[in-house]
RNA sequence: GGUUCCGUAGCUCAGUUGGAUAGAGCAACAGCCUUCUAAGCUGUGGGUCAAGCGUUCGAAUCGCUUCGGAAUCACCA
């Protein structure tokens, strides 16, 4: 049991014993004592007023004087108006201390054979187009969540849902047919991805010309958008595709597989990864079945036209279309297919959806859905929602060029690593090629701290004429500090330092204590990150944890102390905070070098 | 218009189940490299937590109203 969930216990006993009321453990208020006051847990004492019927002081003076009794940690007390701060014996604190360094995993929970498997589906990419910044925030949460929910006890099975099929995909096909001139990446050395994304973008182009001929000649631009030759072939090959037609599907494999290796390339830049991808054109005909199912069943209904409906109306929601009037299926018919195959495929507990707050609507419905249906896990699914990436001028939009290209703005962190780490001499004892990997761990980091650090919820703003900061909250910052703590260490060694764990009697400061302190705080941050969803909380601590490092590492001297035990504790205190910063920054896919 | 989310310093953002004097970074200004890595450290200035009302011993946090912004309400995925 942790020295938080002690003194939370003891309160409890104490207040039974004092005014003879019971209290619930998880009721008390038991937090680290803020740094300009002086003890290391406050307990807030304002609770208790109505139990006791007295001040909030004299209850802190009463329960400090007991809690001095029962637990040998606490060696003293003050009090502030209702806020009850313990002192701890620097005895615990060396413990703690000891306890961390000798435990690697400090803070994770072990999954067992027992433990629920929880799927978490992320990146979820369109196949006719290059990843973009959207996809950058989708993929670093998506990975992140996945192995902060490991550090919390769960298997976990990371996926991707690729939307390898539909109109869109035709329409880059398309346009390749008819302008393409055979061009491939072998032969032209385009990225895959890009380049079927630039016939994308040639269709559009040349759908528009169409558009505007046909309103020349009269039409409205509904009419012409819903007219044009090119728009038609596009809906004739998408028929085709569901038809099976062989050039068709040949072609459509073909250029899937670019794409593919375009994406491949970018995820392992990225540094995520999946254990089980599906693909739409897999999933989309399950799915259809379920809605059949859901028709004979009366669950859903057919209008005269032949297309299907979900009544939602009971849930204060709308009616949902599930199946067009031709047949064919739609978004959430597709949804509904993948979710059977996974469930299937695997004896999963809690499905995780990592995809944009633009369709909370659609989480909404598809959650309903899978429960009218009678997936029993339908209504517990999560939609870990998270806000969009926009430009200072606004949302990004590919029509007018200002879509940030996830290839792109890797490349250009890293330059810009390397340039900074250079002019600033970091390079000048390191190969060439150890050069290159320091300043892909720190442009790559600085990215994703970026992107990380802000809760999910928020839209935010990127601003690519301002590169990403190395200075001040950002990974570069944690990255240095760990890289300082290495320094010390590889030295002690150096001078033949064998470090031990530390004698319980020492002296040590209160800035020391604090450090500890926070150290102690990281498996209370890995469950709040969990339970909330939010990397945000562990970057926010490791920045806490360095900068409190680096003020210290300022303060006091480590290798040379000369008493040997003090020496040895700080440099202990080194090892544990470079582990736990190894650890939590692991926890959102960041390296951390060991020399910078 | 209905629904959901957001609004904290000039800018970008933290602020844990309601708790102490609302915090960082950037930008500005002033210091600190003969001392374990200056991507660092110390200090100064900068706030009606969008506004109002309410609940509470206590509200940036909870509730209601208003204002501002975003998303969604597609036979697009």
């Known amino acids: 049991m942790n020295i938080e969930k002690k003194i939370a216990q003891n309160v409890v006993e104490v207040v039974k014993k004092l005014y003879n009321a019971d209290f619930e453990a998880n009721k008390v208020l038991v937090q680290q004592t803020k740094k300009e006051f002086e003890g290391d847990f406050t ?11 007295k001040s909030p002081e004299i209850i802190g003076q009463e329960i400090g004087a007991e809690l001095l009794k029962i637990n040998e940690n606490i060696e003293n007390f003050n009090i502030v108006k209702g806020f009850l701060n313990l002192i701890l014996s620097k005895n615990q604190s060396i413990s703690l201390l000891n306890e961390i360094v000798d435990n690697q995993d400090f803070g994770f929970i072990k999954a067992t054979e027992n433990s629920p498997l929880m799927m978490i589906e992320y990146s979820s990419p369109n196949t006719n187009k290059p990843l973009h910044l959207g996809h950058i925030r989708n993929n670093l949460l998506g990975y992140s969540i996945a192995e902060i929910q490991k550090a919390n006890g769960y298997k976990v099975l990371k996926t991707n849902i690729v939307n390898d099929r539909g109109i869109h995909i035709c329409k880059s096909m398309l346009a390749w047919q008819l302008f393409g001139n055979g061009e491939t990446p072998e032969n032209s050395g385009l990225k895959g991805d890009f380049l079927v994304g630039k016939y994308y973008v040639i269709f559009d182009k040349e759908y528009k010309k169409q558009i505007n001929e046909l309103i020349s000649k009269g039409l409205t631009e509904e009419e012409a958008k819903k007219s044009a030759p090119l728009i038609l072939d596009a809906q004739k090959m998408l028929f085709a595709w569901e038809n099976g037609d062989k050039e068709v599907r040949e072609l459509w494999q073909k250029m899937n597989l670019w794409v593919y290796a375009g994406f491949a390339e970018t995820y392992e830049k990225l540094g995520v990864d999946f254990d089980k991808i599906y693909y739409e ?20 209904y057919k209008k005269p036209d032949g297309s299907v409906w979900a009544d939602l109306t009971s849930d204060k929601l709308d009616e949902k279309l599930l199946l067009r009037a031709d047949g064919t299926s739609v978004y959430m018919t597709q949804d509904i297919g993948t979710a059977k ?50 430009l200072p001028e606004g949302k990004m939009k590919s029509r007018e060029g200002t879509v940030v290209d996830a290839d792109d703005l890797i490349a250009e962190m890293i330059d810009t690593a390397y340039q900074t780490s250079k002019e600033i001499g970091k390079f000048n004892e390191l190969t060439e090629n150890q050069a290159l990997e320091t ?38 910052f944690i990255q240095y500090t760990h890289a300082r703590i290495k320094s010390v260490l590889s030295k002690a060694a150096e001078n033949g330092i064998v470090l031990e ?28 990150a969990g339970a909330n969803f939010s990397p945000a909380l562990i970057a926010n601590y490791c920045y806490d944890l360095s900068k409190e490092f680096n003020q210290f590492y300022h303060d006091f001297s480590i290798l040379k102390e000369e008493n040997p035990q003090l020496k040895n504790f700080r440099l202990q205190l080194c090892t544990a905070v470079a582990q736990i910063l ?5 926890l959102l896919g960041i390296e951390l070098p060991d020399k910078m």
């Open 43 to 53: 307990i807030v004492t304002f609770a208790f007023t109505k139990i006791a019927g």
């Open 281 to 300: 054109s897999d999933t989309y005909l399950v799915g259809k079945q379920e809605v059949e199912r859901g028709l004979a069943e009366e669950i859903f």
């Open 501 to 528: 764990k530390c004698a319980n009697n020492l002296n040590i400061n209160e800035k020391e204590k604090f450090l500890i302190q926070l150290l102690g705080q990281f498996p209370n941050t890995i469950r709040e």
């Open 582 to 586: 190894k650890n939590a920054m692991g």
């Open 341 to 390: 195959l996974r469930y299937n495929d695997f004896p999963i507990s809690k499905m995780v959806y990592v995809v944009g707050n633009e369709q909370n609507y659609h989480f909404q419905v598809l959650a309903i859905l899978l429960d009218k249906l009678g997936f029993e896990w339908g209504k517990s699914l999560v939609h870990f929602s998270y806000g969009m990436v926009e």
């Open 439 to 476: 300043a892909r761990i720190i442009g790559l980091g600085a990215l994703k701290y970026f992107i990380l650090k802000v809760a999910p919820v928020k839209n935010m703003t990127f601003n690519p004429k301002e590169s990403i900061d190395f200075n001040g909250n950002s990974a570069p």
